[in-house]
């Protein structure tokens, strides 16, 4: 069994992370195929909008996945279920968890300033991803939870994310913008007002004062909101919780990948795999070049082309995987795994989990 | 088509495409293709790193132009130059050149910055369009390339006036969001070049953010560059067996097994790849710039030198009406 099949086995929580482009999304769910295919009742969340997963796992966009769960019907001795994350229903949600009462619910989610938090704040994407997982994680139908992170530039964006946004919510600043009573948006501070008036001629003053009502509106909410997030935390740094990095073996991709592991380790998690997509194969070392100019040409170019960039993926690998044990870097093959459908998906998890016992092929 | 009239036709190209396409090696290339007509050239990213400071072996792009090709040769090259514009820049650049430098540091230190990006959501993609507008407005080269964010994000960022001209009323925000609105519609100023490769879900992406670029922000759209393809060598259909049996020279069995999977997976990476081209001729109605796939692992000038002769031979091949 290899460190991904164990994983598959053991853990309550996996995280994928890597760049845009590296078949993240389809990775993630053939791994939640094939740990349902092992027995674990899982689901499987993604972050994108562009219903990739819908696309990987075969739907149709009448079938589209939507923010809640979904059973999708696998023959697996476990179950397989989806669920697309929606940011600003996510978001919303959360608002009404943490609300005192319906009334200041109501005044959040309709204030414009509110929306734009929610909908296109940064972090924002990655905040509620990680809201999402935690909701899952305590779901009882799940004993395990597949996420799929946004396309981050930097690994510890969704890391940071639900304290980055905390603090925004709960700054020191906005508490002088509203009085203490939480009620009534009114600037008590002439300093403050003088301010304001100066960022209000960069944007408008109906946006600022969209501001200060959010945060009059939002005042008293903070402590839950930090609650939240510090367990959000402590889920991801748990011991049943482990990180799958998705690359794929080209130079400036598997920069950034060790650059994810460096951050992730100094936030103290560890890369428990990873999954290396679009692997060329390698057609051995023949040299065959006194026969470059006869008609056997065209051949010994292909083969020589081949060659070359199977030993520069080698060559960009090793720096990230040589840190990792054998079992826990798996190969992808190019052209071999095209994932239109549940089919596709499944030839996937066959390359994900390679092992000496068939239980299920 | 002759190149020169390709990239004497807007002054702006911005490059867009998924992450993993080649966005930003097509970038350099387009760059550097330009340069080689002729025509001096600012090649801007948003954010450091990616494969530029290799493709020209020059330093990393910060926010200090720097030349990364100087032009002059035989053939009169222009230079290509290269500097980074990030949104944080763009920001205080703005607030300098609005008489708001006094209070930058404390909209900073305070975290306001964050009530103002947030309250006006786009602000630093508008900011760093309006330097990059700027730039064009003041010729500061005869042509800009722009390596745009990723697609998806890149609807988004080219959004980002028409979004912020609604939620902010009248202001200094809302002149410079007319400000590049306006360069974003003129066709001469302004125009987007959108790279994939020959593969299903990038094809799906690129139709999608085409669509979405042309009604959304009604910016002009380019050739679109597909890229990574592999070719089929003449011969490589023969027959392995015949060929072997009229060569002198001694092959081993393992050669021969080598040649022959080698030979039939690049047939096979071929022929996918003549789908998805074909897909996307059908589903958008744009001329294509086909560029190769690049074996070495770490492209480097020689590679940016090849990929742009064979950008310059698409860029032939298409037709006088495809600009």
Redo the contacts between chains.
């Keep these: 069994m290899n460190s991904v099949a164990a994983l598959l086995e053991e853990q309550s929580v996996i995280v994928c992370v890597g760049?845009?482009?590296?078949g993240k999304t389809t990775t993630a769910a053939a791994l939640a195929l094939e740990a349902a295919q092992r027995g674990r009742r899982v689901c499987v969340v993604t972050i994108d909008?562009?219903r990739?997963l819908s696309?990987a796992m075969g739907f149709d966009t009448d079938r589209a996945i939507g923010n809640a769960p979904q059973q999708i019907h696998v023959e697996a001795k476990g179950e397989l279920w989806a669920a697309m994350l929606d940011t600003s229903t996510t978001f919303d949600a959360l608002i009404r968890t943490y609300a005192p009462s319906d009334e200041q619910a109501q005044n959040i989610l309709t204030n414009?300033?509110y929306r734009?938090?929610a909908?296109?704040?940064?972090g924002a994407h990655e905040y509620m991803a990680m809201e999402k997982l935690y909701e899952l994680h305590n779901d009882a139908r799940f004993d395990l939870v597949v996420v799929d992170t946004p396309?981050t530039?930097n690994a510890i964006d969704f890391l940071e994310a639900p304290d980055r946004i905390t603090q925004?919510l709960d700054?020191r600043?906005?508490k002088i913008l509203v009085t203490p009573s939480g009620g009534l948006a009114r600037v008590v501070n002439f300093a403050a007002q003088s301010?304001l008036r100066?960022?209000a001629?960069?944007?408008?003053a109906?946006?600022?004062d969209?501001?200060i009502e959010f945060f009059a509106a939002f005042d008293g909410m903070e402590e839950g909101f930090r609650g939240r997030a510090v367990a959000v935390h402590d889920l991801l740094i748990a011991e049943d919780t482990s990180f799958v990095l998705v690359t794929?073996?080209?130079?400036?991709?598997v920069?950034?990948a060790a650059a994810f592991i460096e951050t992730l380790g100094a936030a103290d998690i560890e890369v428990d795999a990873i999954v290396v997509n679009r692997v060329h194969?390698s057609?051995?070392s023949?040299h065959?070049d006194?026969?470059d100019n006869?008609?056997?040409?065209?051949?010994?170019?292909?083969?020589h082309?081949?060659q070359?960039?199977a030993?520069?993926?080698d060559?960009?690998l090793a720096s990230l995987t040589d840190e990792l044990p054998a079992g826990a870097v798996v190969k992808i093959p190019f052209?071999d795994t095209?994932v239109?459908d549940l089919d596709g998906l499944a030839v996937l998890a066959q390359w994900l989990t390679p092992s000496e016992d068939t239980h299920h092929h | 088509m002759d190149p020169a009239r390709l990239f004497a036709a807007s002054r702006v190209l911005i490059v867009a495409g998924?992450?993993?396409?080649g966005k930003?090696t097509m970038s350099a290339t387009l760059a550097r293709t330009a340069a080689r007509a002729g025509l001096s050239t600012l090649l801007v990213r948003l954010?450091p790193?990616?494969?530029i400071s290799r493709l020209f072996a020059a330093p990393e792009l910060t926010g200090v132009e720097q030349t990364l090709h100087a032009g002059g040769g035989p053939n009169g090259d222009a230079d290509v130059r290269g500097r980074l514009v990030t949104p944080d820049e763009a920001l205080a650049e703005y607030?300098t050149d609005?008489g708001?430098a006094r209070?930058t540091r404390?909209?900073v230190s305070?975290?306001?910055i964050?009530?103002?990006?947030?309250?006006?959501?786009?602000?630093r993609d508008l900011l760093v369009l309006g330097r990059v507008k700027a730039f064009e407005t003041a010729k500061v080269a005869d042509l800009i390339v722009l390596d745009a964010p990723?697609a998806?994000h890149a609807v988004?960022f080219l959004q980002s006036p028409t979004g912020l001209r609604d939620?902010?009323?009248?202001?200094?925000?809302?002149t410079q969001a007319d400000d590049v609105l306006e360069m974003l519609a003129d066709p001469e100023r302004c125009r987007v070049m959108l790279v994939t490769l020959a593969e299903?879900?990038?094809v799906?992406?690129v139709v999608?953010t085409a669509f979405a670029l042309e009604d959304e922000i009604g910016v002009a759209l380019g050739p679109v560059i597909v890229n990574g393809l592999v070719d089929v060598?003449?011969?490589?259909n023969?027959d392995?067996d015949t060929?072997?049996a009229?060569?002198t020279?001694k092959?081993?069995a393992?050669?021969i097994?080598?040649?022959r999977?080698?030979?039939a997976?690049?047939l096979?990476?071929a022929a996918?790849q003549q789908e998805q081209v074909a897909r996307l001729s059908d589903r958008l109605p744009l001329a294509q710039i086909h560029t190769p796939y690049v074996?070495?692992?770490?492209p480097g000038p020689a590679e940016l030198e090849s990929l742009s002769n064979a950008l310059s031979a698409g860029i032939n091949a298409l037709s006088e009406d495809d600009a």
């Design positions: 760049a845009g482009g590296v909008p562009a990739r696309d414009d300033f734009n938090i909908n296109s704040m940064s396309p530039n925004f700054h600043l906005y301010f100066t960022v001629r960069i944007v408008s109906s946006v600022v969209d501001a794929v073996p080209r130079s400036d991709t920069h950034d194969p057609f051995g023949s065959l006194g026969l006869g008609p056997l040409a065209p051949f010994i170019t292909v083969l082309d081949s070359t960039v030993a520069g993926q060559a960009v052209l095209d239109h | 998924k992450g993993g396409v930003s954010t790193g990616g494969p607030l609005h708001l209070i404390r909209l305070t975290g306001a964050d009530v103002v990006t947030t309250a006006a959501p786009g602000i990723a998806g988004a939620a902010v009323g009248a202001g200094p925000i809302a299903e879900t990038p799906n992406e999608e060598p003449d011969g490589l023969g392995l060929l072997i009229a060569n020279a092959l081993s393992t050669d097994a080598e040649l999977d080698a030979a997976f690049r096979r990476w996918r074996f070495t692992a770490e």
